[in-house]
């Protein structure tokens, strides 16, 4: 598995697979802003995070 392969995992599903670092700097390409390490802690955050995972996540499980 690929260092972006895990960060869309530990993103879509909330399970940290990856150095964490590699997982915010997935996360602020993604949202495309600085996300601040508190907004993880907010579920409108991680239910936006999980919605523009999910293509990507979904694409994995099918290969």
């Known amino acids: 598995m690929t260092k972006r392969e895990k960060c869309v995992v530990s993103a879509y599903t909330g399970v940290l697979m990856c150095d964490f670092a590699d997982l915010h700097q997935y996360l602020e390409q993604l949202l495309g802003?600085?996300?601040?390490?508190?907004?993880?802690?907010?579920?409108?955050?991680?239910?936006?995070?999980?919605?523009?995972?999910?293509?990507?996540?979904?694409?994995l499980c099918r290969n």
């Open 33 to 59: 802003r600085p996300v601040w390490t508190h907004e993880l802690a907010f579920s409108d955050v991680w239910k936006e995070i999980k919605e523009k995972t999910k293509p990507e996540f979904l694409e």
